[in-house]
């Protein structure tokens, strides 16, 4: 379990690729200073295990499943990355609820800056349009962000200065992926007003709809 408060950028040093799967090594101090093998790390938003490390750098496998589903597929040697350690029990809880387990790919479709704050809006499948809501938490490249607009077929959020400093999501452009993962607490209403309350209409079995939200008390 993670936060989504990156610790550090580090540096994909080397790939080893093997069909649909591959080998990463990244470059980095601040996650490596207390790591043991078999630690979970974030990297851009992905649960990954460290299988090697030194002082400086550590070595993670991607299997087939988390290749065609995020994008570390795309990452090359000289990529920065998100990292982030596995949250502690002891310590302060400043994001939310980060699994790790990417749930879509988004395209980053438009990019501005007003002020001292860039936006970024980010195209995602109608399906996970439903588990976004204005003001709710979503994790781009494991970064704990706030929506601050619901499109028909995208979100926008936007980057404070420390944000624009401490992650990748700044250096971004238009056309490039990042991996998403939606607030858990709506996929687990969305798991359980399923369970408990099958919809016999034609493509609406197992979502949150307005209607649904409403029926159960959710809406107005």
């Avoid at 290749?67 to 310590?91: I, K």
């Avoid at 980010?122 to 619901?150: M, N, Q, R």
Wanted: aromatic share 8%.
């Amino acid at each position: 379990m993670f936060t989504g408060i990156v610790e550090e950028k580090g540096k994909v040093t080397s790939i080893h690729r093997k069909q649909e799967s591959l080998t990463m090594n990244i470059a980095a101090e601040t996650v490596t200073s207390d790591v043991r093998i078999g630690d979970s790390i974030s990297v851009n938003g992905v649960c990954l295990t460290v299988t090697s490390f030194q002082e400086t750098d550590f070595t993670v496998d991607i299997i087939p499943e988390t290749f065609r589903t995020s994008s570390l597929s795309d990452v090359a040697p000289g990529t920065y990355v998100n990292l982030e350690r596995a949250m502690r029990a002891q310590d302060r809880f400043g994001g939310h609820f980060v699994s790790g387990h990417v749930d879509a790919v988004g395209i980053i479709t438009h990019k501005w800056k007003e002020a001292n704050a860039v936006y970024i809006t980010i195209e995602v499948s109608s399906e996970g349009i439903p588990y976004l809501s204005e003001k709710g938490s979503v994790a781009v490249d494991g970064t704990s962000l706030t929506v601050f607009a619901v499109h028909p077929s995208a979100f926008t959020i936007s980057l404070i200065p420390e944000t624009q400093r401490a992650t990748i999501l700044a250096e971004k452009q238009t056309g490039e992926t990042v991996n998403l993962e939606y607030d858990v607490l709506a996929k687990y209403i969305d798991r359980l007003l399923a369970a408990k309350y099958q919809s016999s209409a034609e493509g609406t079995a197992g979502k949150v709809t307005a209607e649904k939200l409403q029926q159960f008390g959710f809406l107005d």
